[in-house]
Antibody
């Protein structure tokens, strides 16, 4: 059974960097058929996909246009986990953050596993 | 800021059939497969439907879905009290280069 366990601080000051980690069990961060990403949810933005990383002979990264200048998603093969860093945060980045697994088979793609979610508040 | 549009709420009595619509465009629903997610407030969303109409193991057959054109639809037959939740649609958007979600529909069992 796939499990995603998130960790990281729940409070970040404005202009600082938000950092979260997602530990994977039951799968490998290097699995060629899936990707690993982050989604956030807030009342103002709803569910917002932030980005993903995946491995097919090398590592690839896709980021949402809304955050692409501030976001980094890094895989860590030694610990079988991946991380999110979002720089220069503002109160508008306050949200529940989820790590997720995306799966693809031929023409279809879906997000099939979600972490438990973590509320991150941006406030001084 | 959700790209896909859903009705805010639908309701029904136990045993009834309810449907939820999800409206998009040619770069997402019109071109890609659709997924549906179910979220009980305070918990993470869970996959309900993938590849437009396929159910993961463990999802009851009374959940069904279709995709006529650039809109998608989720139907819940034989509505039960435990179906109360918020339902989201989702699809990859080829123009945006990312995954997009619907605004969410709250299902209430009267």
């Amino acid at each position: 059974q796939i499990q995603l366990q998130q960790s990281g601080p729940g409070l970040v000051k404005p202009s600082q960097t938000l950092s979260l980690t997602c530990a994977i069990s039951g799968d490998s961060v290097s699995n060629n058929n899936v990707d690993w990403g982050w989604i956030r949810q807030s009342p103002s933005r709803g569910l917002e996909w932030l980005g993903r990383t995946y491995y097919t002979s090398e590592w690839y990264y896709d980021y949402a246009v809304s955050v692409e200048s501030r976001i980094t998603i890094n895989p860590d093969t030694s610990k079988n986990q991946f991380s999110l860093q979002l720089t220069s945060v503002t109160p508008d980045d306050t949200a529940v953050y989820y790590c997720v697994r995306g799966s693809r088979r031929g023409a279809w793609y879906t997000i099939d596993f979600w972490g438990q979610g973590a509320l991150v508040t941006v406030s001084s | 800021q959700s790209v896909l549009t859903q009705p805010p709420s639908v309701s029904g009595t136990p045993g009834q059939r309810v449907t939820i619509s999800c409206s998009g465009g040619s770069s997402n629903i019109g071109f890609q497969t659709v997924s549906w997610f179910r979220q009980v407030p305070g918990t993470a969303p869970q996959l309900l439907i993938f590849n437009t109409r396929q159910r993961p193991s463990g999802v009851p057959a009374r959940f069904s879905a279709s995709k006529p054109g650039t809109s998608a639809s989720l139907a819940i037959s034989g509505l039960q009290s435990e179906d109360e939740a918020i339902y989201f649609c989702g699809a990859w958007d080829g123009a945006l280069g990312g995954y997009v979600f619907g605004t969410g529909t709250k299902v209430t069992v009267l």
